[in-house]
């Protein structure tokens, strides 16, 4: 069995700058006569990847090793395996020669040229390749979605890199050398591509990089500050939310704190990564701020939006760690109340520096740690949604709900030329401006003002919906409809 040669698989691991890159090339091979297929029937199989932490890179190799059990099985030929981003980055050519199917490996600036070399190979059945080389500058790359004359809807929540790569050096961090130094984006590109996107129906952007608040500072940027950005996305007719990740909390400016005061359209939501609530600890992860820092940002961010909800990031069981130094980030985690939190164990990384650090905390300890650490962040984040409760707010509806609808309401006389409830298509999900995910019924079709992209199953995407919150779960809320969308 050889499948068609112009067919490809994609699969995504690790950060939201990934996936974003995943829908990039999954748009540009369509663009270059590719068509999307399942695992199953693919050519191409491409693995966009992330080695921040051991887990994910593992499931990199676990990944490539079921293609191959799969084809052999299968009795299938002519399949081949692309990797791309931090692991194909950090590995290199050797991906090739440990797994013979890999004839393309791309790292986090080579993916500007990965669909042009994946036609090649399409053509070229011995040719092998990679594209692993640095970039001085921010890389721009064209997109098909966004092109004169086939331009088509896009969806109603999109992310936009903004800059690539770090300049920080966290001692626990492989960032810097897979995705390079910072390298910030010209402004005018981000707004530009903002504004298209949102003419092509978009109504939430996410500004994307390693550490936006160091956007604009490399010697390769054009000037404009991150706060100046906002403000000019902001300011795009039609724009309903702007949001941003990740933070540094060293790099935060008082201007990026008072947007969030003066830029209606700026979410008040902010991942904020704490990592760790010992100053000794920040200090061995060369981190750059303290508690302190941490302490007056919260509050500065609290008094300019008094809605804000915050989320972090927690690294557990750090070289020198000890019970107290443990304890202090779980009094900040409380002190905070973040609605969320994404939660490690710490994990030795390839040329990290604090693989050489002494006084590696036990395994076992440390899990026993982020345990603790779990249970109390799970119960912070029951409290914060269901704080929610009664409350009224505004979702914007991205996808169709998993949650099945109840039988719509009988009418009396029903018109059968009248638009008809889909079943369990009724319940659509949305978030609020906080980021909270809400499940909500929404029978038949919205006003005309906001026509159908594929039919009526469809109608609702993108569709602003007044809700008031009714019930809260361990993830999300139940809302109902509150008023009439927009």
């Known amino acids: 069995m050889t499948p068609d040669t112009r067919t490809f698989h994609i699969q995504t691991f690790g950060c939201q700058m990934n996936a974003a890159d995943s829908e990039w090339l999954s748009r540009s091979l369509e663009g270059l006569g590719f068509r999307e297929a399942p695992f199953e029937e693919a050519a191409f ?17 676990s990944e490539l090793g079921r ?23 950090q590995a290199g050519p050797a991906l090739a020669k440990r797994f013979p ?14 669909p042009e070399a994946i036609s090649r190979l399409a053509e070229e059945k011995r040719l092998r390749l990679s594209l692993l080389d640095f970039a001085e500058d921010y890389v721009e790359r064209a997109d098909p979605r966004l092109e004169s004359g086939r331009r088509v809807p896009a969806p109603p929540s999109v992310f936009v890199n903004i800059m690539q790569g770090c300049d920080n050096y966290c001692a626990y961090c492989i960032v810097p050398y897979v995705r390079g130094g910072q390298k910030s984006r010209r402004a005018q590109a981000v707004v530009d591509e903002c504004r298209t996107l949102v003419e092509a129906g978009s109504r939430e952007i996410t500004l994307l990089g390693q550490n936006v608040n160091a956007y604009g500072q490399d010697k390769g ?6 706060a100046s950005l906002l403000h000019n996305v902001a300011a795009i007719p039609g724009l309903e939310r702007l949001r941003f990740v990740t933070s540094h909390p060293k790099d ?33 992860m060369n981190r750059r701020y303290d508690t302190a820092r941490y302490r007056a940002i919260v509050k500065a961010l609290r008094a300019a939006r008094p809605d804000i909800v915050l989320t972090t990031d927690v690294i557990v069981g750090f070289p020198g760690e000890s019970e107290d130094d ?16 994404f939660s490690f164990v710490y994990s030795d990384r390839p040329r990290a520096r604090a693989t050489l650090l002494p006084d590696k905390v036990d395994r076992a300890l440390a899990f026993e740690r982020l345990s603790r650490l779990q249970e109390k962040q799970n119960q912070a984040s029951e409290r914060v949604l269901a704080a929610m409760v009664g409350s009224d707010s505004v979702i914007l509806v991205e996808s169709r709900s998993r949650m099945a609808a109840p039988p719509a309401p009988e009418a009396s006389e029903p ?12 319940f659509w999900q949305g978030k609020t401006p906080q980021g909270f995910i809400v499940n909500v019924r929404l029978d038949g079709a919205p006003d005309a003002g906001r026509p159908a992209r ?9 569709a602003m919906v007044p809700v008031r919150i009714e019930e809260a779960a361990k993830h999300s809320l139940k809302g109902r409809q509150a008023g009439a969308p927009w």
């Open 45 to 61: 199989h491409i693995l966009n990847t992330c080695s921040v932490r051991d887990k994910p890179e593992q499931k990199v190799y």
């Open 67 to 89: 293609i191959a059990r799969h084809c052999k099985v299968n009795k299938i030929d002519g399949v081949t395996v692309c990797v791309g981003g931090c692991v194909a980055q």
């Open 101 to 114: 199917q890999v004839r393309l490996v791309f790292g986090t600036d080579g993916i500007a040229r990965a």
């Open 221 to 226: 940027a054009d000037g404009a500050s991150f």
């Open 252 to 284: 935060i400016a008082p201007e990026v704190v008072a947007a969030f005061a003066g830029l209606p359209a700026l979410c008040p939501r902010l991942h904020l990564p704490l990592q760790s609530g010992s100053d000794k600890i920040l200090r061995a």
């Open 326 to 341: 443990f304890t202090a980030t779980m009094d900040i985690m409380e002190e905070v109340g973040f609605a969320s939190a």
């Open 415 to 426: 018109d059968a030329r009248a638009p008809q409830p889909t079943g369990d298509g009724c």
């Open 454 to 462: 594929d039919g009526l199953c469809d109608a609702w995407l993108g």
